[in-house]
């Protein structure tokens, strides 16, 4: 049985008082390690150990931070395939997704930010002879940065790069249903030369450290990713004490296809659209809405496209479809499915628990679940599922379509399928959303402002966004004469 240590202050620390909670194999349904369930002395000792190293690594030079970033990146990525078997084991995600996707976008989050502080401006305003203006961006302070299960170590270095390369200190809390990558982190910090203190891992439950963590006062600044429900209630902490907040919630993703597409290339990304991750990614598309003329057969179509998902083992290398990542989400996305039934909808494909045998006889797996028939204002098609259950609908026109994808309350991002340019424009300029992709899918630039409207969050991650987010503006007005 592994023992997961917070990081406080460079080192693992055991509190020998310490309670922990169980972390499960969603691949088995068994325990496979024991979580700390911090306390608020943990916290005290985190903050005290933040406070300690801000004025040593704030003073740092950029060059001098993104030395250690880089080191840190260089030693990720020296270590992928323990951090994507230990990924995959916490998740239940394919092996392969970890190894292609979860920990080589950790490599180059570090990577990133750490070169994108070597390339930063500050702007100056001369407003008249004689009079100049500059503004100083200076590092905020002690900021914490929470992060959710889908996407481990992907997203907790998605905040914490940039919050550690704009010179803050931070107090990281991952998710406590997959902690371990987390865990991992922190001997890659040690050998990496990161200053002690400077980056604190509080493991815990959410609704217990993570709150306590975001209303501490020395805490400047909250980067949050998770349920749009949670974000509300991180926000309603953080506001009296108006602390810098960014929150990346949920979403309800349209995948919108056009007659004229590529038919193909819509095809084959409607299913990874659909079901990357088990359907686990904010920016999945989980209502796919089809021009009526090409609906029956890319019905037919995509069918055929789910049945061939090689569904399996999480460690089994010809994996492409693993296990949901934890038994109460497992009932979560099936109480959908009845609500769906219940709806009216009918279940074309998938729909249920599947038995596994062996070890994986207790484990968490739901088929790739495909429903048509259901209106597009119905809660099914109005709320987060955030599993492998999708919608389908036909559409006639571009107007029609543009309704439905705008009708729910979230407004993260959509794709949409087309070879006519008019269309594109005509959808990318009026779906409410923070990313429209046109004929692709989750293709990614990290200078790109990433994050959604609505009840999708606040703000924005990636590029300056990010850094410009971790750092306190300054406006300096000199008079010469
Ligand atoms: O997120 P939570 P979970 C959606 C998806 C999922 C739902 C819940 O619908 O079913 O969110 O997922 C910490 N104060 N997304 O349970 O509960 C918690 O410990 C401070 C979309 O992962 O929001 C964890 O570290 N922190 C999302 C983190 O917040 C709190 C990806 C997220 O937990 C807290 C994942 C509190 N009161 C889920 N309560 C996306 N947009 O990518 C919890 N936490």
New binding site residues.
């Given amino acids: 049985m592994e023992r997961i240590f917070n990081f406080i202050d460079g080192q693992y620390m055991y509190l020998p008082e310490c309670k922990y909670l169980d972390n499960y194999a969603p691949a088995t349904g068994e325990i496979y390690a024991l979580t700390p369930d911090s306390t608020e002395e943990d916290l005290e000792l985190a903050i005290q150990a933040a406070e300690n190293a801000f004025p040593i690594w704030s003073k740092m030079t950029s060059i001098e931070r993104s030395n250690i970033l880089l080191k840190i990146s260089a030693l990720i990525e020296q270590n992928l395939e323990e951090f994507a078997k230990a990924e995959s084991k916490d998740t239940g995600k394919p092996i392969s997704l970890a190894r292609k996707m979860d920990i080589p976008r950790s490599v180059e989050n570090f990577k990133f930010f750490a070169t994108a502080i070597l390339h930063t401006h500050t702007p100056a305003h001369a407003t008249e002879f004689g009079v100049i203006n500059y503004t100083l961006r200076k590092p905020l302070g002690i900021v ?1 940065c ?6 481990p170590l992907y ?1 907790f270095t998605w905040k914490i790069a940039p919050a550690l390369a704009s010179g803050n200190c931070v107090i990281g ?6 902690p371990f990558t987390a865990y991992m982190l922190g001997k890659i910090c040690q050998e990496a030369g990161l200053p002690k203190g400077v980056l604190n891992i509080l493991h ?11 209303a501490h006062p020395k805490i400047k600044a ?1 980067s ?8 509300a ?2 926000a309603r ?1 953080a506001a009296p004490q108006f602390k810098k907040i960014s929150l ?4 309800k993703n349209p995948t919108i296809i056009f007659a004229d597409a590529n038919y193909e290339k819509a095809l084959e990304n409607a299913v990874k659209s659909s079901f990357t991750n088990q359907g ?4 999945c598309g989980s209502r796919i809405f089809i021009e009526k003329k090409i609906y029956e057969k890319f019905k037919t179509d995509f069918i055929e496209k789910i049945k061939l998902l090689k569904i399996g083992l999480p460690n089994d290398e010809n994996t492409e479809f693993g296990a949901v ?1 934890s038994l109460p ?1 497992l009932q ?1 996305v099936m109480t959908y499915i009845e609500l769906a039934k219940a709806e009216g909808g009918t279940i074309l494909i998938g729909g249920e628990r599947i038995k596994m045998e062996n070890e994986a006889k207790n484990g968490y797996y739901l088929a790739p679940t495909l429903i048509e028939n259901l209106p597009f204002d119905c809660r099914t098609n109005q709320e ?4 492998a259950v999708v919608t389908i609908m036909p559409f006639e026109t571009k107007e029609e379509v543009l309704m439905y994808a705008n009708s729910v309350k979230y407004g ?1 991002s959509a794709s949409v399928w087309t070879s006519n340019l008019e269309t594109s424009n005509f959808l990318a300029q009026h779906l409410d959303v923070g990313i429209v992709w046109i004929n692709t899918w989750l293709l990614r630039d990290l200078r790109t402002s990433f994050g ?1 409207m609505k009840h ?2 606040v703000g924005r991650e990636g590029g300056q966004d990010s850094l410009l987010f971790f750092t306190e503006p300054k406006n300096i007005c000199i008079k010469m004469d």
């Fill in positions: 914490a929470i992060s959710p299960w889908n996407l997203l809390k991952p998710s406590e249903v997959t815990g439950q959410g609704g217990k450290i993570g709150a306590k963590l975001v909250v949050f990713t998770g349920g749009t429900q949670t974000g209630e991180v902490l990346e919630l949920g979403g686990q990614i904010c920016l990542v989400h979560k987060e599922i955030f599993g993260l959604g999708s969050g």
